[in-house]
């Protein structure tokens, strides 16, 4: 057994949270926020840093790294509260053409995403069909050599940023059928596609995204026709994988904070922290977040395991993580007491961010019926 | 022991249903789920209420209350969380009058009495400081007598709607020598008054609720104070039990639970089905259901109580924790009913607001972020379980 990081994860690590302390501290963030291109020179720096090619092979530009070089930078992400979209346009584009896409398009596009020159956003979610993956209703009809696409995708993080849209539509099938979902590539200029931009709870920034009777060449579907349910749950494992991590990154801030503004706050003629009510929440606090990393590190380390257990650590991970950073976000947040309903404070965009998580890719509830379900059919 | 209404309840609940359906304006129904609304939106069913005799029921008779029972006061909160109305706001009706008509003078309580009672008059709360928030004693804010006027300096903060009030009722430090509670006046301020700054505080949920307050050299006639000067602890700790008695909020909670059903009927679940049929989140109602009744059942019984002139003790406190606690519980169920559309956050966009995904979606997770205040306000819930244990259990 190792749980030790490697050098070169512990480099990514400083040199990732040196950036951010010097470059994207909380007040430069909230300038940055405000402005429509700040992300760009942001991005510029993860390309120059390495971690748009971290875990791209080798051959396509990348560092050939896995799962685990992810996870270090979401952590530190979480810590940062970065809201650039680095796992869509990583962990879900890049792992979608590494599962299925071919030689041409890896060729093309994974180079393209490794020198930060491709931001992809996932439109996969619809107006009606919540968290489930294999509901989906918009269409990809073949017209050609190529496909026509039309409806709705809702809540695509990242797709204001984008240039590529990583489209889920239905090439055959009903509503609800695991088979007859593709997966498609499509440059967010295309014509046809139509987005309103707003931002999201955490400052994030996302689309509801309107396909109509966009048309695309064979060349923008991605691995093969109806087939792409089971490539779809691997991505999205791996980016809740990666998601957790960085969840984990915000838990350890408010748990850092707290402890930090009650050693400082004076109530009663002395620090809050030495009420014994308070010391035991802020000890409920630190347990949850380490037990919200275990569950991080179990689910990451088991993503190359079967379609079966890799999905069942993940989501483990999700409802340990979200019940865990529920808990802490709220305590946090009482803690600081009216200072942590304010804008101002740091800590309730932490508590934003990890409420925003747990509503990414499926709530505490989701996984805990996915994961009994899995346990059912493993029984069977 | 009875708990059904008698024929005389039942027919004073069809009265304030049918004077409520006819009365509140049409344009703001239900709107006070949104948490966007205006002075006037604000104000508006008050004054309604004001004209008939109606806006401040607990208040007593000869004070321009309604000498209604406390089961029709009950009834009164119900059928107003029935008809979703913006009800008045507590500072005037709920905290500060009950002051000025339990321990003012004659010529205060003609004063000011009316305004609060019309809604003619805005009034906020000039309680908690930056360095006393549930340490209330510990305030610095400091009132010093010169002739016929005090001469305040100080800053408040967590002022709600302050930035909207006429007037302020504030604690200041009239004795800096004496014993923390000792030395505090209540003193009732005109927010137009040379010296008063209102600076609006950015919250979560990207609205300006609350506001820090600064009082330079305000110049306060002692006429403006309630009670004698250093007892002001005596109306900030009656204010307190007040406040904690409505603080429950048991006729919204259930209307909100209402609330969440419909949508969750309209939502549909990941297996297909909509959310109301989803055996996780049934329970989960459920539990929050019964859990609404306990605390219901609890209020009435404090009711009773006092009715019978028994209260409100510190058991309010009781109150206060499982309200807000039920409140908070609904905000989060109905964070989870509206799945991934809780996500976006138009507000702040200023005047591009638009709505995305279903009409019920867009407040959801403001009004979550909003509601973790109410496990802090009116004293922390930490406090309330201090207060039971000291005052209730003896400990």
């Known amino acids: 057994m190792n749980f030790d990081y490697t050098d070169e994860q512990n480099a990514i690590r400083d040199s990732l949270s040196k950036w951010a302390q010097q470059q994207y501290d909380f007040d430069k963030r909230r ?80 180079n393209a995403i490794a020198s930060g020159e491709r931001v992809i ?149 002395k620090p809050i922290a030495t009420f014994q009510v308070l010391q035991h929440r802020m000890v409920d606090m630190f347990m949850a977040a380490e037990e919200s990393y275990s569950m991080a590190l179990r689910a990451t380390i088991k993503l190359h395991e079967s379609d079966e257990e890799r999905s069942k650590a993940v989501a483990a991970a999700k409802v340990s993580i979200g019940k865990h950073s529920r808990f802490v976000g709220q305590a946090a947040v009482q803690i600081h007491g009216g200072m942590g309903v304010t804008d101002e404070m740091r800590v309730g965009h932490y508590f934003k961010r990890t409420t925003m998580l747990d509503a990414t890719f499926g709530n505490v509830d989701y996984h805990l019926r996915r994961f009994t379900a899995l346990n059912a059919k493993a029984a069977a | 022991m009875d708990l059904n209404f008698s024929k005389e309840e039942i027919a004073f609940r069809n009265e304030v249903r049918a004077f409520i359906d006819e009365n509140y304006p049409k344009h703001l129904k239900g709107k006070v789920l949104r948490e966007d609304l205006s002075k006037d939106d604000f104000l508006a069913w008050h004054k309604i209420l004001g004209k008939k005799g109606w806006s401040a029921p607990a208040w007593p008779k000869e004070y321009g209350g309604t000498g209604w029972t406390a089961t029709q006061r009950y009834i009164w909160l119900e059928e107003n969380a029935r008809g979703e109305t913006i009800p008045p706001l507590p500072f005037g009706v709920s905290m500060v009058g009950p002051v000025i008509y339990t321990f003012g003078t004659p010529e205060q309580k003609q004063r000011y009495l009316p305004g609060i009672l019309s809604g003619d008059v805005w009034w906020c709360q000039g309680y908690s400081e930056p360095g006393a928030g549930s340490d209330l004693a510990s305030l610095k804010t400091r009132a010093v007598r010169e002739g016929d006027h005090y001469i305040v300096n100080g800053q408040k903060t967590w002022t709600t709607l302050g930035q909207h009030a006429d007037w302020g009722f504030f604690l200041v430090r009239t004795d800096p020598g004496a014993k923390a509670q000792e030395g505090i006046s209540f003193l009732l301020i005109d927010m137009k008054s040379p010296g008063v700054s209102v600076r609006p505080i950015k ?28 007892k002001g602890w005596t109306c900030a700790k009656f204010l307190l039990a007040h406040e904690r008695a409505g603080i429950a909020g048991v006729a919204r909670s259930k209307r909100n639970v209402e609330r969440l059903k419909s949508i969750a009927k309209a939502e549909i679940g990941d297996d297909g089905k909509p959310l109301i049929e989803d055996d996780e989140f049934q329970r989960k109602l459920s539990e929050l259901e019964i859990d609404l009744s306990a605390l219901e059942m609890t209020e009435l019984r404090t009711l009773a109580r006092e009715q019978a002139g028994k209260g409100p003790g510190p058991e309010s406190s009781l109150l206060k924790i499982k309200g807000t606690e039920i409140q908070q519980r609904l905000t989060e169920l109905t964070l989870e009913a509206v799945g991934n559309y809780a996500q976006p956050y138009p507000r702040g966009l200023g005047g591009n607001e638009f709505a995305v995904g279903p009409e019920y979606s867009g407040a959801a997770a403001p009004v979550y972020f909003n509601w973790r205040k109410a496990s802090i306000y009116g004293g922390s819930n930490e406090i309330q379980r201090n207060i039971i244990a000291k005052m209730v259990l003896g400990l």
């Not at chain 1, 875990?55 to 970065?82: H, M, Q, R, T």
């Not at chain 2, 002692?222 to 250093?230: F, G, K």
Request: glycine share 10%; with cysteine.
């Open chain 1, 31 to 110: 300038e940055a926020l405000k402005s429509e291109g700040a992300w760009k020179s942001n991005w510029a720096t993860f390309a120059e840093l390495g971690l748009l090619m971290a875990p791209i092979a080798e051959e396509y530009g990348g560092l050939g790294g896995g799962p685990i070089d992810v996870s270090v930078v979401a952590e530190e992400f979480g810590k940062a509260l970065v809201v650039e979209p680095y796992i869509p346009t990583v962990v879900i584009g890049g792992g979608a053409l590494k599962y299925a896409g071919s030689a041409a398009q890896k060729e093309e596009q994974l």
């Open chain 1, 121 to 269: 956003a996932f439109a996969q979610a619809e107006p009606k069909s919540r968290w489930a993956l294999n509901d989906v209703s918009t269409t990809a009809k073949k017209d050609g050599a190529g496909y026509v696409l039309n409806g709705q995708k809702a809540v695509v993080l990242g797709a204001p940023q984008a240039d590529h849209l990583l489209v889920t539509a239905r090439t055959g099938g009903g509503q609800r059928d695991s088979k007859g979902v593709s997966l498609f590539l499509v440059p967010k200029n295309a014509k046809g596609v139509t987005t309103r931009d707003y931002p999201t709870m955490d400052d994030t920034r996302a689309s509801e995204v309107y396909f109509e009777n966009v048309s695309v060449g064979a060349e923008a579907l991605l691995g093969a026709a109806d087939g792409a349910l089971p490539v779809i749950e691997r991505i999205v494992d791996e980016a809740n994988a990666a998601y957790n991590h960085e969840a984990v990154g915000c838990m350890r801030m408010m748990t850092d904070l707290t402890r930090e503004y009650a050693k400082t706050r004076q109530q009663f003629g």
């Open chain 2, 203 to 230: 919250l979560l949920d990207g609205g300006y609720e609350v506001n820090d307050v600064f009082l330079e050299n305000v110049k306060v006639p002692v006429d403006q104070r309630i009670y004698e000067e250093n």
